[in-house]
């Protein structure tokens, strides 16, 4: 809303890969609260105060989170009377209904596991039979040799 970049000290929880997406965004700078210096806050405040990167790309995000048909509390109140109208299922995710193992795609990975299986399979069979081949000729082609 205020489009201003932020300095973050994560403590617990999410709050680290919150600030890791802040900072991947320019829109904040990450301090470690066990190596935390005087010199380091200094460098950090001086980068956010005076660097246009982050202050530009604070502002560019809250434009584009505050262009929106509707504003937060209307939207809240859009999906609730969605929800009252239309049921809790309307929501409901299908992955809901799959079992664990479809879930962990256990069943695509044996799936491509058999297959490679009879891929593999076939070629060491027609290795086989391709050497087989050859060595017959070969063995054919050393005793017409021998006789002549």
């Known amino acids: 809303m205020y489009g201003v970049p932020l300095i973050g000290i994560p403590l617990f929880a999410e709050q680290f890969m919150n600030i890791?997406?802040?900072?991947a965004r320019n829109i904040a700078l990450r301090l470690d609260v066990h190596t935390i210096t005087e010199k380091d806050m200094n460098a950090v405040l001086n980068a956010i105060l005076w660097n246009p990167l982050y202050k530009e790309a604070a502002q560019n995000l809250s434009r584009r989170f505050l262009d929106r048909p509707l504003n937060a509390l209307d939207t809240a109140i859009y999906w609730i009377e969605y929800v009252i109208k239309h049921g809790?299922?309307?929501l409901r995710s299908p992955a809901m209904e799959l079992t664990w193992w479809q879930l962990s795609l256990l069943d695509v990975i044996g799936f491509l596991l058999v297959c490679t299986i009879i891929a593999i399979t076939t070629l060491l069979i027609l290795a086989r039979f391709i050497l087989k081949i050859i060595c017959r000729n070969?063995?054919?082609l050393s005793s017409a040799k021998k006789t002549n």
């Open 138 to 140: 070969y063995n054919n």
């Open 20 to 23: 890791d997406a802040c900072v």
């Open 88 to 90: 809790e299922d309307s």
